[in-house]
């Protein structure tokens, strides 16, 4: 099962940017989808964005229009572009995985989060 360690959090004031990055522990393995999720202190884990195998692409309603969920296809990192940051986006963001084994066996992998803090 791959492994995911994301970065790129941190503080940034609002109307800014940031670009968060998930590295898999190797380049070579199938998936579903890969996704970021987000979570806020006192508040359930959030979907933000996912990206099929197929390269099509969803969002939650709140961040459509200001982040853009990416994969490089040499390194196959997944990047979270986030734009128009304002406090609301504050929250630990985790990269999620469910790959394929074998012939056609899931599994769930997750990284262990970047924090993002969105404030003057």
């Known amino acids: 099962q791959v492994q995911l360690v994301e970065s790129g959090g941190g503080l940034v004031q609002p109307g800014g940017s940031l670009t968060l990055a998930c590295t898999p522990s190797?380049?070579?393995?199938?998936?579903?989808?890969m996704d970021w999720y987000r979570q806020a202190p006192g508040k359930p884990r959030e979907l933000v964005a996912t990206l099929r195998a197929d390269g099509t692409t969803n969002y939650v309603d709140s961040v459509a229009g200001r982040f853009t969920i990416s994969r490089d296809s040499a390194s196959k990192i997944l990047y979270l572009q986030m734009n128009s940051l304002n406090p609301e986006d504050t929250a630990t963001y985790s990269c999620?995985?469910?790959?394929?084994?074998?012939?056609?066996?899931?599994?769930?992998?997750w990284g262990q989060g970047t924090q993002v803090i969105v404030s003057l």
């Open positions: 999620h995985v469910l790959g394929i084994l074998g012939f056609a066996n899931e599994y769930h992998s």
């Open positions: 190797t380049r070579d393995f199938r998936f579903y989808t």
